[in-house]
C-alpha cells in the first residue's frame, strides 16, 4: 500500500484542493483495508472490494480514490445518513469492518494545535497526528451484498409502459398489476417537477 502522503497527493489531485476530509478519508480507507487484509485495492484486489459510505462530503471522494471503488462501478454505495462513516467489504471472505469518524476529533486537534488559528489547518495537522483509536470506533460487521448489487450483473431491461424510459437492475415496482419504474409508481418520491 502506498504511504499516506502519496495517497494524500493523489487525493488532493483527484478532489480539487487539500482539505480535513481528505485526510480522514484516506486515513478511514487505510485503517479499514489494513483490518481486512487488502493492500492492492485497486489492482490485485479490485474485485474483493465493496464500500459503503454514510456521508456525500470530502471524504468520500478520498475514500473512492483510496479505494478504487466508484458509483460507476457498482463498488461504491451510498446511504445517505449524514454520518461520516464507512463500511469496507471484503467480498471474498464476506468480512466487514465500519469506521466511523469520532465526534472528539476537533476538540483533540484545538487541544494539540492551540497555536495554530485556522481551525481546517489545525484539523488537518491534528488528523495526521491522532492515533486510529482517538480518530475513529470501528466494528467488525457482516454486510450481505445481493449479487444483482455487484458489478457485472446482467439483469432484464425493462421499459416502463408509462414514461417510456428504460429501467435496469430490477428497479421496478407491480402496482395495479403492471410494472412501473419507481418514479411512476411513486411520484411522490421524485426529486423533479415538470417545468
Ligand atoms: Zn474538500
Ligand atoms: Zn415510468
Redesign the pocket.
Known amino acids: 500500500m502506498e504511504s499516506l502522503d502519496e495517497l494524500l497527493a493523489k487525493a488532493e489531485a483527484a478532489?480539487g484542493?487539500m482539505?480535513a476530509?481528505?485526510i480522514l478519508g484516506v486515513r478511514m480507507s487505510l485503517l479499514g483495508l489494513n483490518r481486512l487484509g487488502i493492500s492492492d485495492p485497486r489492482g490485485a484486489d479490485r474485485k474483493r472490494l465493496v464500500v459503503y459510505v454514510e456521508i456525500d462530503r470530502?471524504a468520500t471522494d478520498a475514500i473512492g480514490m483510496v479505494t478504487g471503488c466508484r458509483l460507476g462501478k457498482r463498488t461504491l454505495k451510498f446511504r445517505d445518513w449524514g454520518k461520516m462513516a464507512a463500511t469496507f467489504v471484503d467480498l471474498e471472505s464476506g468480512r466487514g469492518v465500519r469506521v466511523v469518524a469520532l465526534e472528539n476529533s476537533r476538540e483533540l486537534a484545538q487541544q494539540l494545535y492551540p497555536h495554530i488559528e485556522s481551525k481546517s489547518a489545525q484539523q488537518m495537522a491534528a488528523y495526521r497526528a491522532l492515533t486510529d483509536d482517538q480518530l475513529f470506533r470501528e466494528q467488525d460487521v457482516r454486510v450481505s451484498v445481493d449479487p444483482s448489487e455487484l458489478p457485472g450483473f446482467k439483469g432484464e431491461r425493462f421499459l416502463c409502459p408509462v414514461c417510456g424510459e428504460g429501467v435496469n437492475f430490477g428497479r421496478w415496482i407491480e402496482a395495479d398489476g403492471r410494472r412501473l419504474c419507481l418514479s411512476c409508481a411513486q411520484p411522490e418520491t421524485r426529486y423533479w417537477t415538470p417545468e
Open positions: 478532489h484542493h482539505c476530509g481528505q470530502c
